[in-house]
């Protein structure tokens, strides 16, 4: 039966051009060699640099594309788009509304947005390296009937 899959999966790869096209070569874990179009390459993968065992501040920065900042009673909200399309909604509030200062507000919201997107690239990451294992079984999820 045909369906859709989703797949992640951590590469090594370098540039390198084909027939006159810029793309990458492409390793895979098992050794496996490939070659990629630039745009295809670049639309599929999150480059990581050196260490590919870690999520870095960097790479988070890279990753909120922007955002936008309202207020919202004594609430700042901040909306950030992310690399992938997907958005992101924090906010932050002050006690007492006669403190609200909405720079700081939007700082913190964003902080927040920051460390979600810490934790969803490390999420990935995981994934990417370690696959999608079917068979594990949490302790937390023992004695659930699926």
């Known amino acids: 039966m045909t369906q859709f899959y989703i797949g992640t999966k951590q590469v090594m790869a370098w540039p390198q ?7 990458y070569a ?4 098992d050794g496996y060699t490939s070659w990629s179009p630039k745009d295809t390459f670049e639309a599929a993968y999150l ?3 050196n260490d590919p065992s870690r999520i870095t501040e960097e790479m988070v920065d890279a990753f909120i594309l922007g955002h936008e900042g309202t207020r919202m009673g004594n609430h700042s909200v901040v909306l950030a788009k ?3 399309g997907f958005t992101i909604v924090e906010d932050s509030a002050c006690v007492d509304p006669a403190n609200y200062d909405h720079a700081l507000g939007e700082h913190y919201a964003l902080e927040k947005v920051k460390r979600k997107v810490w934790e969803l690239l490390g999420f990935l990451l995981a994934t990417a390296r370690n696959g999608v294992d079917r068979e594990l079984t949490p302790a937390w999820t023992r ?3 699926r």
């Not at 051009?17 to 793309?23: F, I, L, N, Q, R």
């Open 17 to 23: 051009d084909k027939d006159g096209a810029p793309g």
């Open 47 to 49: 480059a990581q640099g």
């Open 143 to 145: 004695g659930f009937k």
């Open 82 to 84: 992310l690399a992938n």
């Open 26 to 29: 492409v390793k895979y874990p």
